[in-house]
């Protein structure tokens, strides 16, 4: 299947590159377990992440991507390596200079229900985001009407969401909360690790759509993380092919994808035709 006539969606979508790098890995690695348990899960990683730009990472599951994933956002610790933040070697050592980092670099997961505290009722998860971002003082009616707005934003109704639990909604919904949250929190690097998978393809699309919108309105670059190349070539600027905690072929998306040079790259795109099927945006 000629992947470039069926979708140019993706190309319209493509900007050129700033020259600002805001996010920089160098030699990350990360090593599970000692001696004969030993994975190295992400194996001499090099990024440079251009400030405004999507990118993709893209490989079968266990090639390391959600490992690299929370490395940048510093949830665990690389083995070696250095990760760079706006030009700067990152220093999240203590608690107070991990939230800071936090105020930038945020995250939504394929398992939305994960990624809440059970115990917060949706009100406190918009209220923290507020919080986060120096608004605690706020008049009570302000930050009312910035909860709607993000609501609304996500075609959400803040009146019917008070007072119920994340739980309580469905996964498409819980999916829109965590964007609201990306919403209020404008941060300016957004890592979305396979956010679709769970959902149903019209779901699928909107948020897409969704998180595309938000990128262009708050100027967010994004790292999306995804086993769905097609999808890759839909949403992204520069696409980076994971396999086996390595980054073995990245450029553009229409370099990558429609001019592979990996025989692994090559093996990902034989799935496209059947990926295409489930993700027939036309018709959404
Ligand atoms: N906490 C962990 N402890 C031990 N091994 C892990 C841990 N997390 C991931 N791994 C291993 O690292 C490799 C990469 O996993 P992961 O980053 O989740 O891949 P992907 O997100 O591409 O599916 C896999 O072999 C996985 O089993
Ligand atoms: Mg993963």
């Not at 490992?67 to 203590?94: C, H, P, V, Y």
């Not at 009570?140 to 119920?164: D, G, H, P, W, Y």
């Amino acid at each position: 299947m000629d992947i470039k006539t069926e979708s140019n969606t993706g190309t319209e979508k493509r900007r050129p590159r700033s020259t600002e790098i805001c996010l920089r890995a160098r030699g990350v690695t990360k090593v599970f377990g000692l001696g004969r348990n030993k994975t190295v899960a992400v194996d001499n990683v090099d990024l440079d992440l251009y400030k405004g730009e999507v990118i993709s990472i893209v490989g079968e599951s266990g090639s390391g991507k959600t490992t690299f994933a929370k490395l940048l956002l510093g949830l665990i610790n690389e083995s070696e390596g250095e990760i760079q933040f706006l030009g700067k070697k990152r220093d999240i050592r203590s608690h107070s200079k991990r939230r800071e980092y936090w105020k930038n670099i945020q995250a939504i997961f394929q398992d939305p229900f994960s990624s809440f505290n059970i115990f917060n009722k949706i009100d406190t998860v918009l209220l923290d985001c507020i919080n986060m971002r120096g608004g605690r003082r706020l008049p009570r009616q302000q930050k009312i009407e910035m909860m709607t707005e993000a609501c609304s934003f996500v075609n959400l109704k803040f009146e019917e969401l008070t007072n119920k639990y994340p739980f309580e909604l469905s996964g498409g919904q819980q999916q829109r909360l965590m964007i609201a949250r990306i919403f209020l929190l404008k941060p300016q690097i957004l890592v979305a690790d396979e956010p679709t998978s769970m959902i149903d393809a019209c779901s699928r699309a909107t948020i897409l759509d969704m998180l595309m919108q938000l990128r262009d309105e708050i100027g967010m670059t994004v790292i999306f993380i995804t086993h769905d190349i097609g999808l890759a070539y839909y949403v992204s600027d520069s696409v980076y092919i994971m396999e086996r905690g390595r980054f073995v072929e990245s450029g553009s998306a229409d370099d990558v994808i429609l001019n592979p040079k990996e025989p692994y790259t090559k093996r990902l795109l034989n799935d496209v035709p059947k990926i295409y099927e489930e993700w027939d945006l036309s018709t959404v």
